[in-house]
Antibody
Framework: EVQLVQSGAEVKKPGESLKISCKGS????????IGWVRQMPGKGLEWMGI????????RYSPSFQGQVTISADKSISTAYLQWSSLKASDTAMYYC???????????WGQGTMVTVSS | EIVMTQSPATLSVSPGERATLSCRAS??????LAWYQQKPGQAPRLLIY???TRATGIPARFSGSGSGTEFTLTISSLQSEDFAVYYC?????????FGGGTKVEIK
């Protein structure tokens, strides 16, 4: 079964750093892009960026460029989303996604809830 | 950036009725348009890609149409499990964008 399994919920304070993960299984991890989508509480979906684990080619939405870092470790089939200094406005659910052969997001992780509060 | 606009924001429909959701792109996205369904507390699920192709396991009551800048998702006969929020997304270029969503609620 093709799946993406994300790390668990996080509660952090403003200014702290964080790295959340997304492990792919059931398919060739290096052959598909993996992206990240943000959903703030009660709001819609926002595409953040995407990485190709095969060569680490990474693209960011202008809204998130410089705010987060997307990376991947192909040796363990895992993608990451990290922040160097969290803000309260980073409180959201974060989903990793895999575009299929059609380029639409056919596989979604279960989501990681990040709460940033003093 | 291509802006995706969905309408209406909320659609009140009785079970068994037809629901028609619209999505408009600020510039042409060809047929590079997907629809997703999201239920409370769940991750979104791909329904339609390529504007009109149902994803694996999606019931035939869901259909998509359109190309260029105007797209429609139709649910022919709403079932109880179809009450959810629906998002369109364009993937015509790497700067992917979603619409704001349409909530389909029970009338």
């Amino acid at each position: 079964e093709v799946q993406l399994v994300q790390s668990g919920a996080e509660v952090k304070k403003p200014g702290e750093s964080l790295k959340i993960s997304c492990k792919g299984s059931g398919y060739s991890f290096t052959s598909y892009w993996i992206g990240w989508v943000r959903q703030m509480p009660g709001k819609g979906l926002e595409w953040m960026g995407i990485i190709y684990p095969g060569d680490s080619d990474t693209r960011y939405s202008p809204s998130f460029q410089g705010q987060v870092t997307i990376s991947a470790d192909k040796s363990i089939s895992t993608a990451y989303l990290q922040w160097s200094s969290l803000k309260a406005s980073d409180t959201a659910m974060y989903y990793c996604v895999r575009p299929g052969s059609s380029d639409a997001f056919d596989i979604w992780g279960q989501g990681t809830m990040v709460t940033v509060s003093s | 950036e291509i802006v995706m606009t969905q309408s209406p924001a909320t659609l009140s429909v009785s079970p068994g009725e037809r629901a028609t959701l619209s999505c408009r792109a600020s510039q042409s996205v060809s047929s590079n348009l997907a629809w997703y369904q999201q239920k409370p507390g769940q991750a979104p699920r791909l329904l339609i890609y390529g504007a009109s192709t149902r994803a694996t396991g999606i019931p035939a009551r869901f259909s998509g149409s359109g190309s260029g800048t105007e797209f429609t998702l139709t649910i022919s006969s709403l079932q109880s499990e179809d009450f959810a929020v629906y998002y369109c997304q364009q993937y015509n270029n790497w700067l992917l964008t979603f619409g704001g969503g349409t909530k389909v609620e029970i009338k």
